[in-house]
């Protein structure tokens, strides 16, 4: 999504920071480059706990004042249901999927508001409306996300904009490996396809480029919600036969 954000970006004059929460996990610097936009990363080593220090360091070796846009899209899939789920297990979830987009936000506030139209876009999920048995306590951080949404916009404009978005079944390496864990993947991605009123399931390069319009002076009257995109999925009642 990362790189299909800055596609949509190309030759803004805009300061991208990037948070890369995976220590297993790099982003080439230089292949990045080439979208023509200032990229700063920082490694948080595991994204729960941002020290405002981190986001003031990465700001200073920009040649740009200012931080024009945070997309925060930690998170991960914890599933265990709320009979199984452990003390351990809400903890780690609410850390990463919730409280991280929090203190990441209040950390990059103060270089946020140096620029004239800033904004914060939170990755949740469509899980924060509807879910289905198993996803505890997942769904929950998700659905924590449309309040922090809110409040941040509330409390933080006019200054920054706070926008959400909420993917449902985005075509990623990680869902073609739970395709792969079925008896037959190719039968299960036509039915899961087939679940969604528009026929496929979501691309990267769909949730990158309303990422890139959620930046931009287009969506200046954009502030407080979360959009959903889940190709009409949540519009059906309940699953055809």
């Not at 300061?15 to 023509?36: M, Q």
Request: with cysteine; net charge negative.
């Amino acid at each position: 999504m990362l790189e299909a954000t800055l596609e949509y970006m190309r030759g803004q004059k805009k300061l991208v920071g990037i948070i890369e929460g995976d220590v297993k996990t790099s982003i080439d610097g230089d292949r990045l480059s080439k979208y023509g936009m200032p990229v700063q990363m920082v490694n948080t080593n595991g994204g729960c706990h941002l020290s405002p220090d981190d986001i003031k360091d990465a700001a200073e070796k920009m040649p740009l004042s200012g931080l024009d846009l945070l997309i925060s899209n930690a998170g991960r899939n914890i599933f265990r249901g709320a009979g199984n789920a452990s003390n351990d297990d809400w903890d780690e979830c609410m850390e990463l999927d919730l409280a991280a987009h929090w203190r990441l936000a209040k950390a990059a506030r103060p270089h946020l508001v140096q620029a004239s139209d800033s904004a914060i876009v939170i990755i949740g999920s469509n899980h924060a409306w509807h879910t289905i048995p198993g996803c505890f306590p997942y769904n929950v951080a998700k659905a924590g996300l449309l309040g922090l949404v809110q409040s941040l916009a509330i409390e933080w404009g006019p200054e920054i904009r706070t926008v959400g978005i909420a993917p449902g079944f985005i075509d990623t390496a990680g869902n073609q490996s739970w395709f792969d864990e079925f008896p037959d993947p190719a039968a299960e991605r036509l039915r899961t396809e087939r679940m969604h009123p528009v026929g496929r399931i979501g691309a990267v390069e769909e949730v990158g480029s309303l990422c890139a319009f959620l930046a931009s002076p287009h969506a200046g009257f954009i502030s407080g919600t979360t959009l959903l995109v889940d190709g009409g999925r949540s519009a059906l009642l309940q699953d055809g036969p």
